[in-house]
């Protein structure tokens, strides 16, 4: 919490000379002696009640650091009447036993109760007015935190869901394949048909597939094929995907074509060489292998892969990995079981 004003050099320093002057002159009023401030306002009794609260003003600033470490299972509102009831009734028995001294040895008689009820009712304001200046600041401090923490999550939900969208709708395909069509249809008709198709498959998928925690890896490679089709009408490196038998498992909907994807766009098109990518199948993980030539802006790293990484955290204890060599790189993703999901 910010270090609230009470804590500075700088007013403990000034404020109880002036709270300390305010209570002399309190005093004189209450005794009916004002005239006095006249003939010695500089007297003793001035600098009494100056050194007095020079200790009351201490001690309640020591109270409130002490009070701060002190929380446990109590609420706010038992804590704070804790909190003034103890603070005051240290702060009265300082007060008293100050005046006692004070009059005893330097005034030579003992005080009487109405002197200290005077003096121990002003201090204890004094401490009070610390207390709930503290209180008031830490209640505003907690309301304004609440309130900040809960715009946070909002902020949070509002940039998953606009995430989630746009993994959905992938805006970026979603233009450059419908450029692709206005291109083609004016020249090869049939081709042109033949990209819808594949077109409209994968956003078939995307959307539908949106409410699915999990789906089959057979699913998910079935429209694979229909992703690495549609880029291949796109001005990137050609993609021979090459398949291994792959067992009965479960992924992250759009996960494979989401890191194809970025494989593909990492990669420096190329007219004459093709992209192999090849997914096999291990025991416990599923291994996309490709020979890398990568953009000199852009390559595919670990920083790349955190989008997957996170859907895949609340399904797995393992992270997705990647691993490379001179020219190749390997991204391994953990097999997911059908009990992990709550997939109907």
Known sequence: MKKLFIHHALFRLLSPLFSGTLVYLLILLINNNIGQVQESFLGQELYVCIGLAYVIQEYARLSLLVFERIGGSISFLAHLLLQIITSIGVCVLLVSLSMYLYFNYVLGYTPNARELLIFNSLFALITLIYVLLYKSHQ?????????????????????????????????????????????????????????????????????????????????????????????????????????????????????????????????????????????????????????????LNGGLDSSGLKDINRSYSFYSDRDIQLSEGVSYKTIKLPKLQLHESSHP
Do not use: C, Q
């Open 139 to 295: 209640f505003l401090y907690m309301v304004n935190t609440e309130r900040i923490n809960r715009e946070v999550e909002a902020k949070k939900g509002i940039e998953a869901d606009f995430a989630h969208f746009k993994k959905g709708i992938n805006p970026r395909l979603l233009f450059e394949s419908l450029e692709a069509i206005l291109v083609i249809m004016k020249t090869e008709p049939e081709e042109a048909e033949s990209l819808s198709d594949h077109f409209s498959a994968v956003y078939r998928y995307l959307l539908s597939k949106r409410v699915n925690e999990l789906v089959p890896v057979s699913e998910e490679v079935e429209i694979l094929k229909d992703h690495i089709k549609l880029f291949n009408h796109l001005p990137y490196r050609k993609v021979e995907l090459r398949l291994a038998d792959l067992k009965d498992s479960w992924t992250v909907p759009g996960s494979f074509l989401m890191l194809t994807e970025k494989i593909i766009r990492s990669t420096i098109p190329s007219e004459s060489k093709r992209l192999k990518l090849n997914i096999d199948d291990k025991e416990d993980r599923i291994e996309f292998h490709y020979e890398t030539e990568e953009v």
